[in-house]
C-alpha cells in the first residue's frame, strides 16, 4: 500500500498514547491496531455515530468539526501526525461528539475500543498517558473560554496561532510554517471571532510581515512579535 | 472532628474516581487520602501554584475560577460532592490552572501527586475513570465553546442552568433546587455572556415562574420549559 511508506515509522513509535511503554508492548499495540489510508476528504466519522473505532493519526491532518445548531459547521480541533482522536466516546457515551475528515492525504492507526480498554487495564501506562492528552486538551479548551470572556479579538487569535504553531510548527526559509491547511474561517473559529475580524487582522499581520499566508498555509515569520500580542493586556 | 461527621460515608464510597474498585482497595485509597476540613471561604489552592495535592470534594462545594489578563475572576467551573478537582496538573505541566475556594463549608479528601499516580499504575481502574471523567469535562468544555460560537445567550443561559442541575440538583417542593450557591455573575460566566444579559434573562425567567431565585439559590420550577428554550433553534 503506497500510503503505508510515507508513514515516518518513527511517528508510530513516539505516538503520546504510548510513550513510557516497553518496546515489546508498544509493538503489541501497534500490531493490534489497523492501519488504514484516509485519501484528501475522506470522512472518518461522524457526529452522533457509533464510536466503533478509536483513532490516531499517523501522517497528514484531520479536521475534528460540529455542526451546530444553526447548520454551521465549527472547527473544534486540528489532528497531526502523533495525536488520537475520536478516543474520548469509549469512556464515556459511545458516541462520536463530531465529525472527522482528512484535510490532506492522511494515514491513520486505529483500535477496536474493547481492544484498547483491554490494553488500558493491563498496561495502566497507557490509561495514564490518555488521562494527560485529555487533561493537556481540557486545559486547552479552558484557555480559549477563558480568553473568549476576558481578552480582544486580536489577542486571541495571536494565541491561536502560537497554539497551532506547537502543535504543528515546522521550520522553514521564512520561519515557522504551521503544518496544517487553514482556512481563515477555520482561524476564526478557534480563536471565536468572525470571518470578517481574523480575515482583517491577519492581513495586518500579513502586511506587516508577521506571517506570510500562501496556499492556504500560514507562515509565522515573527513568533516574537505574535508573543508580545498575545502577552499584551488590554489597550 | 465535627465536620467530619457531616460528610456522607457513602458519598466517600462512590466517587466516580473509586467507580469498579474491589471495595479493599478502595478502602486503601480512602485511607491513604487526607481529609480535611473547608470553612466556608476556605482557599484550597491558587492559580500557578505547585500542585501539591490531588484532591476531591465529600461535602460542600467549591468554586474554581481563574484570573484573567485583566484582572477579572472568571468562573471555569462549580465543584459538587462526589467530583475530583486538582487532578489534571499532575498529569500535565505540575501547576494549578486556577484557583480553588471552598464556597461553603466544605470536606475534601486529598492525595500526595505522586501516591495517587502509583495507585494508577497499579490499579489501572483509577487510571480509566480519571481519563473517563476528564473525557467527560472536555466535551463539557467543548459544548460551552460551541454554543459561544451558534447560539443565542437565552439558549446558552438555559444550558448552563439544565448542565448545572444534572450536576446539583435536588428535589424539592418547588421543583428542583440547584445546590450551588450562584451569583447571577457566575451564571453569566458559565454562560459566556453579559451580567446584563444574565440579569435580565432570569428576571424574566422568575417573572414567568419557570424558576425561583432566593439567597443566591435557584430552584427550577419547569425543567421542560427550560428544556424547550434550551432546544429551540434560532428565533
Known amino acids: ?15 503520546a498514547l504510548l510513550a513510557g511503554l516497553p518496546s515489546a508492548t508498544r509493538e503489541e499495540v501497534i ?32 479536521r475534528i468539526s460540529q455542526v451546530g445548531s444553526d447548520g454551521e459547521e465549527i472547527l473544534v480541533r486540528l489532528i497531526g501526525a502523533g495525536e488520537i482522536f475520536g478516543c474520548v466516546p469509549f469512556l464515556t457515551d459511545g458516541l462520536y461528539p463530531a465529525d472527522a475528515t482528512a484535510m490532506v492525504d492522511s494515514v491513520e492507526i486505529s483500535w477496536d475500543p474493547a481492544d484498547l480498554l483491554a490494553l488500558m487495564r493491563r498496561q495502566s ?32 487569535i495571536a494565541r491561536t496561532l502560537l497554539r497551532l504553531l506547537e502543535q504543528a ?24 471571532t468572525t470571518l470578517h475580524t481574523a480575515s482583517r487582522t ?33 489597550d
Chains 1, 2 share one sequence.
Open 1 to 15: 500500500m503506497a500510503a503505508r511508506t510515507s508513514v515516518d515509522p518513527r511517528t508510530i513509535r513516539t505516538l
Open 202 to 234: 491577519l492581513a495586518e499581520w500579513d502586511r506587516r510581515r508577521l506571517l506570510v499566508s500562501r496556499n492556504q498555509h500560514l507562515t509565522i515569520v515573527s513568533e516574537a512579535e505574535l508573543r508580545r500580542i498575545a502577552e499584551r493586556t488590554a
Open 169 to 192: 510548527g515546522c521550520r522553514d526559509d521564512e520561519g515557522v510554517r504551521i503544518a496544517f491547511p487553514l482556512r481563515r474561517k477555520d482561524i476564526a473559529d478557534i480563536a471565536g
Open 125 to 156: 501506562q497507557v490509561a495514564i498517558n490518555m488521562a494527560g492528552i485529555i487533561g493537556k486538551r481540557l486545559g486547552e479548551a479552558q484557555e480559549r473560554l477563558r480568553e473568549l470572556a476576558t481578552q480582544s479579538a486580536e489577542r486571541r
Open 31 to 62: 500490531a493490534s491496531g489497523r492501519l488504514r489510508e484516509l485519501p484528501h476528504d475522506t470522512r472518518i466519522f461522524g457526529q452522533g455515530e457509533r464510536a466503533g473505532r478509536a483513532h490516531a493519526l499517523l501522517a497528514g491532518c484531520v
